[in-house]
């Protein structure tokens, strides 16, 4: 839908493209990705009520994962239930203060979630490499301002981004070739200049995919070169196996993310970038909570105590 105005017509609302044309797919993908938000919102609703009903897990490791899950679970529900009821309507329309809105909390939860990952990587390392001051560099404070931070950067982020998305003018073309509102597919579409745009998104991806990878990758530099230095095997297992969720998780999201974005660069490669865009907007947040629950210990430890409770009606 289109307005007048004294520069021609003005979109009002978009059309999203969706993950794909085809018809025959529609229904399959439905129930395919339902299945996949389903286990999202359970996986990860249910490590942040298991780790606020469990004590032992109140630790610092643990406060940065509840704050993690947390944020899968909002990012999740951020443009999932918009996709899936696009995929059983003939006419899959967002409205542009929607698309706005979808835009700056997708955003927010997504620039949150890099720099909480480097949050988990920075209490790894002190675990790890100062493990006898661990809990004073790792205190309620320091925790509570390095969550903080990383809440800040994603709120300024996704406020620069949505701020100069709100300058631009969208006139007669209104579908967007994605299945959710996203900066590069949005920037095809203006009919104004996106010379701002295009700045801004080099200097905030730029800092949001540096400052993560460098802290992270000093981080574990440290932590690879401190545990090879520990002369028994079972030292170094036990290391490397409180490292393995973390270094899974941050493979899955960086690592796709940055796929995602080499795809949308090259020229014609859109249809690939929505496809490989699945793996950190809709995969990742379900495969966190796994990760976290099937390789810890502590988590396994946590959900039979809760089973045995529930068993016993005294779960409060």
């Given amino acids: 839908m289109t307005t007048l105005s004294g520069n021609g017509s003005l979109v009002t609302e978009f059309l999203l493209g969706g993950l794909t044309d085809h018809p025959e797919l529609q229904l399959p993908l439905f129930y395919l990705f339902l299945m996949i938000y389903i286990v999202t919102l359970v996986g990860n609703l249910g490590l942040v009520i298991l780790i606020i009903l469990n004590p032992h897990l109140h630790t610092p490791m643990y406060y940065f994962l509840f704050n993690l899950s947390s ?6 529900s951020v443009f999932t239930p ?14 542009y203060a929607g698309c706005m809105t979808q835009l700056f909390f997708f955003l ?4 949150s979630e890099c720099y909480m ?9 002190v675990a790890i490499c100062n493990p006898l001051l661990y809990k004073i560099s790792m205190s309620q404070q320091v925790c509570s301002g390095l969550s903080l931070a990383a809440y800040a950067m994603g709120f300024a982020g996704s406020s620069a981004h949505t701020g100069c998305m709100l300058r631009l003018t969208f006139c007669n073309a209104n579908v967007i070739n994605h299945y959710l509102c996203d900066i590069l597919p949005l ?4 009919c104004t200049s996106t010379y701002v745009n295009k700045v801004v998104v080099l200097i905030v ?14 981080s574990y530099v440290f932590i690879i070169t ?25 493979s899955l999201f960086f690592g796709s993310a940055a796929f995602m974005y080499l795809k949308y660069s090259s020229p014609g490669s859109m249809e690939e970038g929505k496809i490989s865009s699945v793996f950190y907007t809709n995969v990742g947040p379900m495969l966190n909570p796994l990760i976290y ?12 105590k809760v089973k045995i409770k529930i068993e016993n009606r005294d779960i409060f």
């Fill in 71 to 76: 944020i899968d679970l909002c990012y999740s």
């Fill in 82 to 95: 918009k996709m899936l009821m696009n995929f059983v309507s003939k006419k899959n329309v967002i409205s």
């Fill in 108 to 111: 927010f939860f997504v620039i």
């Fill in 117 to 125: 990952l480097t949050a988990m990587a920075y209490d790894r390392y």
């Fill in 187 to 190: 920037l095809q579409l203006s």
């Fill in 205 to 218: 991806v730029g800092i949001n995919i540096t400052v993560p990878s460098f802290t992270i990758l000093i």
């Fill in 226 to 250: 401190n545990i090879l230095h520990i002369r028994s095997v079972q030292g170094r297992s036990k290391a490397f196996s409180t490292c393995s969720s973390h270094i899974m998780a941050i």
């Fill in 293 to 304: 629950s099937l390789r810890n210990k502590d988590v396994k430890v946590a959900l039979t």
